[in-house]
């Protein structure tokens, strides 16, 4: 057996050398495991996102098979929403009219039974537009003294004479246009 002298290298050069891999080897396989177990922890929290987004899925297909077998109640449901934003809508802007309207007709019944209500518009901040009709020049010059009266003028805060048509019997009558504004009603 021969034994050779490597004069070469020198000996605690080598031995620092192959320390330095060793440690090299050692923080590979650290750094080896260390990648191993976050892998397997992605794995699995990836699995466990599958399987959520599967149930949900799930959950999604179910509702949306109960939708198409209840289709028939969610039109009736969409029709009743849509007819109740309707009415709030005609409730918000309601003129109230009815009680608006008796109280005029009353009121002209009061003061002149001659005279007939012809048109009437009434807004919603009880605003008003009404014409009478007269037949004969008695009553129509009859309802002059009447306007004044404090029965017909109690309903309104106030009232204008706009027009005054003087047509005759033949050709339609006589005809007053007023404007004005109700009070309020208790």
């Known amino acids: 057996m021969k034994h050779r002298i490597n004069l070469i290298i020198k000996q605690k050069k080598y031995v620092y050398i192959e320390r330095i891999f060793r440690n090299i080897r050692v923080a590979i396989l650290l750094l080896a495991v260390v990648l191993l177990i976050m892998n397997v922890a992605f794995l ?3 699995r466990n996102q ?3 987004i599967r149930a949900l899925n799930e ?3 179910e ?3 109960y939708l198409l ?3 028939d109640v969610e039109a009736k449901f969409v029709f009743f929403n849509t007819k109740e934003k309707q009415i709030s809508e005609i409730l918000k802007n309601d003129v109230n009219f009815y009680p608006y309207y008796n109280l005029l007709v009353k009121s002209l019944d009061i003061s002149s039974s001659a005279a007939s209500l012809q048109t009437l518009t009434i807004d919603k901040y009880r605003k008003t537009k009404f014409s009478l009709k007269f037949n004969d020049y008695e009553s129509f010059i009859a309802f002059f003294r009447v306007i004044e009266d404090d029965k017909l003028l109690q309903n309104f805060a106030n009232l204008n004479l706009v027009s005054l048509n003087i047509n005759g019997q033949n050709a339609g009558g006589y005809t007053m246009n007023f404007k004005g504004e109700f009070t309020q009603l208790k």
Do not use: P, R, V, Y
């Open 59 to 61: 959950q999604k297909k």
């Open 69 to 71: 077998t209840k289709k």
């Open 50 to 52: 599958n399987d959520s």
């Open 44 to 46: 699995m929290a990836l």
């Open 63 to 65: 509702a949306l098979e």
